[in-house]
């Protein structure tokens, strides 16, 4: 502590030096050195914003070159590729009003940078300028805030009556996820935080008295979702703030304490699918060609195999980044079976007694 405090001391006085030094040479009258910028000065200005404009373009190029192709790819679910066709869109126009304003930000800095004797012009306005670049953001941000309500509209179909959609709860706490299904009736029994009870494994709160809540199913490790169907989100959160980010999916919503939020989508790729995706994989070999590198160094790394997964993409606290849950994609098949073999809260509670 004493040698930090010195440091600092001793950085006080050197700063201190320095600013004297400044008032010294400002109040020497016949000092060749002027804080007033000279033309030298101003022309190398210029030929900087110059510099520091390939050096952005070159940046932007080198990023994609690097890092182009750790995009999501794949979208596996139905409403995935509109989602992205948007994002491409917005990209796509930010990238070309960038490339011309920065362009014409700099040229100009450099064409009428100062120089001795030459007045800037007084220009008051100009009505047909003011209406062009006026008019072309507005059509602009028009037509994304349309395409964008759109898409939005879209993704929140959250009608429980159409394409026979399965109900699923999650539910967020610190710092895990749960999933409830709505079992053989589709419909989710009532659930409150007052009604959790550790002893007897009812960590949802789920309303014992509610005969909808009987055949309702909890899973505290894995999410299934079956292939092609229309899937409802209903979420909850037991302590803070969360929410349920399914990146692959194109999905997220916030998980609010005191209130239930919604989300739907439909998935289109098993996971056996997303794994034999050229790009997935990819991307498997090359995480794992990394793993094996840290192996090499004495760490002990385990082979990664692509799953889906349910992230919490809000800072929750301390173990945030442990938050997720893996989802596994199948064919309804498999998710009956895998249902079928589970046990019901009413079950659950019958034997708990």
């Known amino acids: 502590m004493t040698a930090f405090l010195t440091i600092i001391v001793l950085v006080l006085v050197a700063i201190a030096i320095w600013q004297m030094t400044k008032i010294f040479e400002l109040s020497q009258v016949k000092s060749e050195k002027s804080e007033v910028a000279n033309d030298k000065d101003n022309k190398l200005n210029g030929y900087?914003?110059?510099?520091?404009?390939?050096?952005?373009?070159?940046?932007?190029?080198?990023?994609?070159?690097?890092?182009?192709?750790?995009?999501?790819?794949?979208?596996?679910?139905?409403?995935?590729?509109?989602?992205?066709?948007?994002?491409?869109?917005?990209?796509?126009?930010?990238?070309?009003?960038?490339?011309?304003?920065?362009?014409?930000?700099?040229?100009?800095?450099?064409?009428?940078?100062?120089?001795?004797g030459q007045k800037a012009l007084f220009y008051a306005d100009n009505d047909k300028l003011e209406f062009i670049w006026t008019i072309i953001p507005v059509i602009t941000l028009a037509g994304l805030i349309l395409y964008g309500l759109y898409t939005w509209t879209n993704l929140m179909d959250i009608d429980e009556e159409e394409g026979d959609p399965i109900i699923i709860e999650l539910y967020a706490q610190q710092f895990n996820w749960k999933?409830?299904?709505?079992?053989?009736?589709?419909?989710?029994?009532?659930?409150?935080?007052?009604?959790?009870?550790?002893?007897?494994?009812?960590?949802?709160?789920?309303?014992?008295?509610?005969?909808?809540?009987?055949?309702?199913?909890?899973?505290?490790?894995?999410?299934?979702?079956?292939?092609?169907?229309?899937?409802?989100?209903?979420?909850?959160?037991?302590?803070v703030l969360h929410s349920a980010y399914m990146p692959h999916f194109r999905a997220q919503m916030n998980c609010v304490p005191g209130m239930i939020t919604q989300f739907s989508f439909t998935p289109t790729v098993t996971t056996e699918e997303m794994r034999a995706d050229q790009?997935?994989?990819?991307?498997?070999?090359?995480?794992?060609?990394?793993?094996?590198?840290?192996?090499?160094?004495?760490?002990?790394?385990?082979?990664?195999?692509?799953?889906?997964?349910?992230?919490?993409?809000?800072?929750?606290?301390?173990?945030?980044?442990n938050m997720q849950m893996k989802i596994v994609v199948e064919e309804e098949e498999e998710f009956n079976a895998w249902m079928e073999a589970q046990q019901t809260f009413g079950e659950q509670m019958a034997s708990a007694q």
């Open 279 to 321: 790009g997935m994989q990819s991307k498997v070999q090359n995480i794992n060609q990394l793993r094996a590198e840290r192996r090499a160094n004495g760490e002990d790394v385990d082979s990664w195999e692509f799953d889906y997964v349910l992230l919490c993409n809000k800072i929750c606290g301390s173990s945030h980044y």
């Open 48 to 116: 900087l914003m110059f510099g520091f404009l390939v050096f952005i373009y070159l940046l932007t190029i080198i990023s994609f070159w690097k890092w182009g192709d750790k995009i999501l790819g794949t979208p596996a679910s139905e409403h995935g590729s509109e989602y992205d066709n948007l994002m491409y869109i917005s990209m796509a126009l930010i990238f070309f009003v960038q490339i011309i304003t920065q362009a014409l930000l700099h040229y100009f800095a450099f064409k009428y940078h100062g120089k001795k």
């Open 179 to 239: 999933a409830r299904y709505a079992g053989a009736d589709n419909v989710l029994g009532d659930a409150n935080v007052r009604l959790i009870e550790i002893d007897k494994n009812n960590v949802l709160g789920i309303d014992e008295t509610d005969p909808y809540a009987k055949d309702d199913v909890v899973s505290q490790t894995e999410l299934h979702l079956p292939v092609g169907r229309k899937v409802i989100f209903k979420m909850r959160s037991q302590d």
